[in-house]
């Protein structure tokens, strides 16, 4: 299978010289977290950008400073194996395809899993229980907004969960959640994240606090977290099929989910990333031509 077969060829992307308000205006319009960076009038791809550069550069208002430059591209005739492996080894979700030096599409976690796990029969049977994660980093939804971010990033995580009294699931925030509606203050030279709209947006937030990003901090508002988190998130059951699970993460556009029990208990936490895994088991590896 070749890497044309699933990626996407009609793809979001910015160009160089821009700024971060072109990225957050991208993100809030399509709700991706990533896109390639190419130059100005051309096609050619030049870096790579992603919520996670924003944050590692909070104070920087250009592109072409903010992007990650000379990025890892495939061919449209790669082998899909090529892309699995790379996603796997450099902890990718997404990759641009290039031909001829010209953007050509993009290869991410949800294309491959939905080419290679979703139709297949045997996974329409099997469940997920061999791939949740047991160890889930949660809090609870007292837990001042604050330090509830702090945890995610000393956990190295994307998104934490939300327990109530009784330790059942109750919401559910992410890296997204304070970056995807975003407005930037030049003046103050911070951005300037506002956390609900107008308009429903899944995942998003259901109030009008914002928050400032400086240096590697985030000064929110004095708030338990129950306030700001998403209360109408989207679960999976322990014994859900694997194909039923890959379509539900696909179709909302969403990395990971929670697990819970038949008594709404939560038991673990499923993640795209550990489908990729055994996406790759799947592939058959790349046959090398003997010169």
Avoid at 105 to 115: E, R, W, Y
Avoid at 142 to 162: D, F, H, R, V
């Amino acid at each position: 299978m070749k890497v044309s077969e699933c990626m996407r060829s009609d793809v979001p992307y910015l160009t160089v010289p821009g700024t971060r308000e072109d990225l957050l205006q991208l993100m809030a319009e399509t709700q991706a977290s990533g896109f390639p960076i190419c130059k100005k009038g051309t096609k050619t791809v030049v870096g790579v950008i992603t919520r996670n550069d924003l944050l590692r550069k909070p104070d920087e208002n250009q592109l072409g400073m903010l992007m990650v430059r000379d990025p890892v591209i495939v061919s449209p005739d790669a082998d899909i194996k090529k892309a699995v492996d790379l996603m796997l080894e450099k902890g990718f979700r997404r990759i641009p395809v290039v031909k001829s030096g010209e953007l050509v599409g993009v290869i991410s976690i949800p294309d491959i899993l939905g080419c290679i796990l979703e139709e297949e029969e045997e996974y329409q049977t099997a469940t997920i229980a061999d791939y949740v994660n047991r160890t889930v980093v949660s809090v609870w939804e007292q837990t001042p907004l604050i330090l509830s971010y702090m945890i995610m990033e000393m956990a190295g995580k994307n998104a934490i969960i939300i327990v109530d009294d009784t330790g059942r699931l109750a919401g559910m925030i992410s890296v997204s959640d304070y970056i995807r509606l975003s407005e930037v203050s030049v003046e103050d030279n911070v951005s300037k994240t506002y956390s609900g709209t107008e308009h429903s947006v899944e995942w998003g937030w259901t109030s009008k606090d914002y928050l400032m990003v400086t240096k590697k901090l985030l000064r929110l508002p004095d708030i338990p977290v129950r306030e700001a988190m998403t209360k109408n998130i989207i679960s999976v059951s322990e014994v859900s099929t694997i194909s039923d699970c890959v379509k539900i993460l696909r179709k909302n556009e969403i990395d990971e989910a929670p697990v819970v029990s038949a008594a709404g208990l939560l038991t673990g936490i499923i993640e795209d990333r550990e489908l990729l895994k055994l996406a790759a088991k799947r592939i058959a590896p790349v046959q090398k031509t003997e010169r």
